[in-house]
T-cell receptor, first 114, second 114 residues
Framework: AQSVTQLGSHVSVSEGALVLLRCNYS??????LFWYVQYPNQGLQLLLK??????LVKGINGFEAEFKKSETSFHLTKPSAHMSDAAEYFC????????????FGSGTKLNVKP | EPEVTQTPSHQVTQMGQEVILRCVPI?????FYWYRQILGQKVEFLVS????????KSEIFDDQFSVERPDGSNFTLKIRSTKLEDSAMYFC????????????FGQGTRLTVV
């Protein structure tokens, strides 16, 4: 069975600082991995995804994530935080052969301090 | 930009009452989903729907729940005889299908059972 663990329910960074949101997964089959962002009163928006190929994937708003199979991780990073990045971020995994079900982490709320 | 829309944004209902949560998926999408997030917990898969039938459902999705695509545009989740523990944010999602893996989520309906 698949599962996702996000370390840190709340992360606070200063504007301009590095953002690092951690995600570890467990999967019995090759996983597809996703990061979603949720702004207040909005739905879940896809930031980036890994399916196959290059393990470093770039997404919207300057975010990127690297799939590390040996570490079963898919951490999300952004070199320089912006105030507009304040939101809740969800890591999710699905089976590579079944897109019908996503397993989500519990989410990390990112606070960006001026 | 096409989006998944959900109504209402917030629903308060008495315990034991029936509620219908409504979703309008993106028009050319073929796969539809409901997820829920109890406050402070993970986003959980409820059900997936394709070709006018349920393709997969979780253990949460018992006889109390049903889904329907009544008119080719709406996708509804009905909860019969609501319980206090049904209070959660319910997210609808849709996916175009085929090799396209991205699921688009609505902004959610917050259901409060009192």
């Amino acid at each position: 069975a698949q599962s996702v663990t996000q370390l840190g329910s709340h992360v606070s960074v200063s504007e301009g600082a590095l953002v690092l949101l951690r995600c570890n997964y467990s999967s019995s089959v090759p996983p597809y991995l996703f990061w979603y962002v949720q702004y207040p009163n909005q739905g879940l928006q896809l930031l980036l995804k890994y399916t196959t190929g290059a393990t470093l994937v770039k997404g919207i708003n300057g975010f990127e994530a690297e799939f590390k199979k040996s570490e079963t991780s898919f951490h999300l990073t952004k070199p320089s935080a912006h105030m507009s990045d304040a939101a809740e971020y969800f890591c999710a995994v699905s089976d590579s052969g079944n897109f019908n079900k996503f397993y989500f982490g519990s989410g990390t709320k990112l606070n960006v301090k001026p | 930009e096409p989006e998944v829309t959900q109504t209402p944004s917030h629903q308060v209902t008495q315990m034991g009452q029936e509620v219908i949560l409504r979703c309008v998926p993106i028009s050319n999408h073929l796969y539809f989903y409901w997820y829920r997030q109890i406050l402070g917990q993970k986003v959980e898969f409820l059900v997936s729907f394709y070709n006018n039938e349920i393709s997969e459902k979780s253990e949460i999705f018992d006889d109390q729940f049903s889904v329907e695509r009544p008119d080719g545009s709406n996708f509804t989740l009905k909860i019969r005889s609501t319980k206090l523990e049904d209070s959660a944010m319910y997210f609808c999602a849709s996916r175009r299908g085929g090799s396209n893996t991205e699921a688009f989520f609505g902004q959610g309906t917050r259901l409060t059972v009192v």
